[in-house]
């Protein structure tokens, strides 16, 4: 299983980024698909995280702002993030559960917002 994240980058405060990730590898059936990040010297914390059927759940720092989605036929997870601040900088992971197995992690897209 292959988990494949794109579209971070520098943004200025107020911006926006739309980060994908591509998990591939496998013909088992997605369930729970989600985005964790991680700051320097911060663990880990999960951002968003949406169901096979859309049920969401979202950090308390970046409701409102970010907005998880999932296209399950291209088995991809998307996370919109608007009005974006310098303490969302961080490394944005995904990740996903198959077939009951995993979680399965990406390698990790880096997100700076410089303020």
Known sequence: VQL????????????SLRLSCVASGNSLTINNMGWYRQAPGRQRELVAQITRYGSTTYADSVKGRFTISRDNAKNTVYLQMNSLKPEDTAVYYCNCFMGGLGPYWGQGTQVTVSS
């Open 4 to 15: 494949q994240a794109s579209g971070g980058g520098l943004v200025q405060a107020g911006g």
